[in-house]
Structure formats: C-alpha cells, structure tokens
C-alpha cells in the first residue's frame, strides 16, 4: 500500500513537472508571438515616419488642408506609439548622443570634426525595447573622423 502511494506520488510529480515545462513554454512562445506583432505595428509607425518626410521634402505641407490632414494622421501615430507603451514597448533613446553596439546597427558614418566618434548624426530607423529586451536595433549614422 505504502509502495503503491509513493508511486502514485511520483506519477502526480511527473505530470506536474511536465506539464509546468509545457506551461513555460507556452508562455516564451506567446511572448515571441507578441514580439511580432509589435513588430509588424512598429512598421506601421516606420511608414507613418518615412511618409511624413515625403511630405515635408516635397513642401506637400503648406496649405492649411494639408496641415490639419497631416495632423490626423499625426495623431493616429501617437495613437499607436501610447498603445505600444502600454505594452512595455519603448523607443531606444541615445541621451548621451553616442552609439551604443548592443542597441543600434551603424549604417553609415560621415566626417564631423565638430564631434567626436561614434557620435549619432542621425537615426535612420528608431529602436524598440519591449519590457527591457530588444526587440529591434536601431539604425543610426554616427561620426568617424
């Protein structure tokens, strides 16, 4: 009786672990899953960036229509940039100017004797962090003298 108990026992102790490991599991890859989709809204926001530039490169945005247009759409980005935020999802900001190799990927450099190296000239692309992990490097141009 005392045999049959503890192999009952160790019967429920193997299910439990397993199924805990089945649990974790199930909790990384709902996590990866949610990664791509924040992915595929960050690139919405890429397009609302890229489109805006558009805009203001060909002076598209001089008329009073145009400026409260624009201004919609502005708000739809904002929109978007709260509700990544509520999700842990952050912009990667560079508050001392400088790439950092974990965070960014330099896409380009140019001379700036103004500067020292590796001082940002420009972010090309925002980074995103989502609850303190990378979800996507920035791309940067820095300074190489």
């Known amino acids: 009786m005392f045999e049959e108990i503890e ?12 199924l805990s490991c089945e649990l974790e599991e199930n909790q990384v890859k709902s996590e990866k899953d949610k990664d791509e989709i924040f992915l595929d809204v960050i690139s919405i926001l890429d397009v609302f960036t890229r ?43 560079f508050e001392d100017g400088f790439s950092n190799d974990d965070l960014c990927t330099v896409t380009d450099t140019e001379p700036a004797p103004e500067h020292q190296n590796g001082y940002i000239l420009s972010v090309e692309k925002e980074g995103y962090t989502r609850n303190g992990n990378l979800l996507r490097r920035a791309e940067v141009v820095i300074v190489k003298n």
Request: a positive charge; glycine letters at 6%.
């Open 7 to 18: 192999n009952k026992l160790s019967d429920i102790l193997k299910s439990n672990k397993m």
């Open 51 to 93: 489109e805006e530039k558009v805009i203001a490169d060909h002076s598209w945005n001089q008329s009073e229509d145009s400026q409260k247009a624009i201004k919609r759409l502005t708000n739809v980005k904002k929109k978007i940039g709260t509700m990544l935020g509520k999700h842990g999802v952050k912009k990667i900001l």
